[in-house]
Structures are given as structure tokens and as C-alpha cells.
């Protein structure tokens, strides 16, 4: 399953462009669901006023032997496609950050993810710039190092390049500077054809 799940990633060029040279050892399937019908499905291309509240977060791990009931987790969005797919000068865009996700099963063999933790950033819905193409909004599920007061990790001061001030900076710096260990990803597509943003990025 997990090969399954890096063939996906690979075909968007999300684990080119934002898992970079991170291990990519997924330890399970991370579900993520804006409605009933609207499941995120590697991929495939959402509305984007479908997308504007905080959807429900899931991980489903493939041998729970693999967490620990003490293990916290992370879960991190970005949109590495910012102005567009081919301009990365706003890029990536921060779009949420929860730290301290208690690894608690629910009766499926699912860990519950969304409204748990301390949030870090608050959850943007997508808003790329119209007629900038589609973008990869890109979920990324992370074990925390143990120990390690969550409070301490880096302040994404602002949203652009996740505060590094370096264009194509992100999730994978994030990631690298507060030692975590990348479980689960997901991600889907959204294209703006209709409404005109005022960015003041």
C-alpha cells in the first residue's frame, strides 16, 4: 500500500517538489474529507469553495506496532504552487500547522487527527491567483521527536515560503528543522478560473 501511495505522490511531482529527500516510509494511509462525497484521493481536483473550512483528518496506520501510545504527531498543509505551478517566487504557502496530536485509536483502527492538538497556524482555504493553473495542496503527517516540547519548533512568522524568505522554502524545512518524521501524505488540486484575489503578499 505504501508503494501505492509514493506512486501517486510521484505522478503530481509532490515528492520532487516537497517531500524532496525526506524518507518517504509511510506508515499508513492519512484520509482527509471536506464532506461525505469529497474525499481526497491523491490527486484528484476538488472545488475550490468546497474547500474553505477545515476538513476531517484521519490516519489509519498500517501496523499500530509502528506508534507508540506516547508518540505525538504533526500535521502540516502546504501549497508549493504559489503564484503558480511554474512561479514559485510565493512559494510554498503555509496553509496549516497542528502540533501535539495524541496517537488515540478509534473503533476503525483510525487515529483521530483534525480538532486535535494545538494549532500553530490556522487552516487557509485555497485562494490561488485566477487563471494560475492548478495547485497541489499537499497534507503531510509527521511523528514528533520524543521529548520534544512542541512549543519550541520553529514560528512561522509569515505564510509565504513559510517565513524562511527564501522562494520554494516549506514543509521540508519545516520539517528538517524540528526533526520530524514524515508518516502520511495526501493531497488534492484546486483551480481558481473565477474570482479575482487582491494579494498583498
Not at 490527486?43 to 506496532?65: H, K, L, Y
Not at 521529548?147 to 515560503?161: C, M, Q, R, Y
Not at 514543509?171 to 526533526?179: E, L, S, T
Request: net charge negative; proline share 5%; charged share 20%.
Amino acid at each position: 500500500m505504501s508503494s501505492a501511495i509514493v506512486a501517486k505522490l510521484n505522478k503530481e511531482d509532490v515528492a520532487k517538489d516537497v517531500v524532496k529527500d525526506l524518507a518517504l516510509e509511510l506508515l499508513g494511509e492519512l484520509s482527509v474529507s471536506y464532506a461525505a462525497t469529497n474525499d481526497i484521493q491523491l490527486g484528484n481536483a476538488m472545488a475550490m469553495e468546497a474547500t474553505q473550512s477545515a476538513p476531517t483528518v484521519t490516519f489509519t496506520p498500517f501496523d499500530r506496532s509502528q506508534l507508540a501510545a506516547s508518540d505525538k504527531l504533526a500535521l502540516l498543509m502546504t501549497d508549493p504552487d504559489a503564484p503558480s505551478r511554474s512561479d514559485h517566487k510565493w512559494s510554498e504557502v503555509c496553509h496549516y500547522i497542528a502540533t501535539d496530536i495524541p496517537v488515540e485509536y478509534g473503533p476503525e483502527g483510525e487515529i483521530a487527527i483534525s480538532g486535535k492538538g494545538t494549532v500553530r497556524s490556522n487552516y487557509i482555504g485555497p485562494g490561488p491567483p485566477k487563471n494560475s493553473g492548478y495547485h497541489r495542496y499537499v497534507f503531510l503527517l509527521c511523528k514528533q521527536p520524543e521529548g520534544v516540547d512542541s512549543a519550541a519548533f520553529t514560528k512561522v512568522e509569515n505564510i509565504v515560503s513559510w517565513g524562511y524568505g527564501t522562494p520554494g522554502a516549506g514543509a521540508y524545512d519545516y520539517i528538517k528543522q524540528n526533526g520530524l518524521h514524515l508518516i502520511g501524505a495526501n493531497y488534492f488540486m484546486v483551480e481558481n478560473t473565477t474570482v479575482d484575489f487582491n494579494y498583498d503578499m
